[in-house]
């Protein structure tokens, strides 16, 4: 070995996270989650956080050292919830019988609440954007993402030809996503999932004057 090798500094192994730290963690984590999304981020304090997972005090300071690193881990939290589930929705589709669907799941999963609680970013939305900015850049990246799930898929369809090239998928995009954010909005005002229906089926129709009407085939 030479003296410039010897002189190296040795690099140190990272340690592998302990599973047991990772796990309350997550714990910490779904329980701040759920309790924000109810009773909203502002009405929800520490105490209530560690009641809810069942930590000390000294855990949760371990992972977030106060209330606003909480809040921004949970927003990037709920924001990964929300991606994973629509990516399971609209990753793929191209035809507009799946943005249907796709209507239709959001639709029934909110009508199992009643309408009640919103959009779980759109409510963090309403409360953290004046408040925090790095909360609120966070959340316009996640709704940046999820639109551009639904303007992939618009995209699709016109490579498919079911979709009029003078169609704009950005543009529908962001209307589909208004349409559903104020759905939710009045939904949970009303505490029925009907105001909610009525804003996406007329987004949809509007999405729907663009769409190729394959001709039938002939009979024989």
Sequence with gaps: MDDEQAAAPRKRRRRAPDPRALATRRRILEAANNLMFVRGVNSTSIDDVLEASGTSKSQLYMHFPDKLTLIREVVKFRGQLVLEREQGRLERFRTFGALRRWRDALVKANDLQKGAYGCGLGSMASELSDQDEQ???????????????????????QKAGTLREDADP???????????????????????????????????????????????????
């Design 135 to 157: 909360s609120r850049r966070s959340l316009a990246e996640t709704f940046a993402a999820w639109e551009m799930l639904i303007s992939d898929g618009l995209r699709r369809m």
């Design 170 to 220: 950005e543009r529908l995009a962001t209307f589909l996503m208004a349409a559903l954010q104020g759905g939710y909005l009045l939904a949970n005002a009303a505490h029925d999932v009907q105001p909610m229906a009525v804003a996406l089926d007329i987004a949809l129709e509007q999405v729907k004057t663009f769409v190729v009407d394959k001709p039938a085939l002939a009979a024989y």
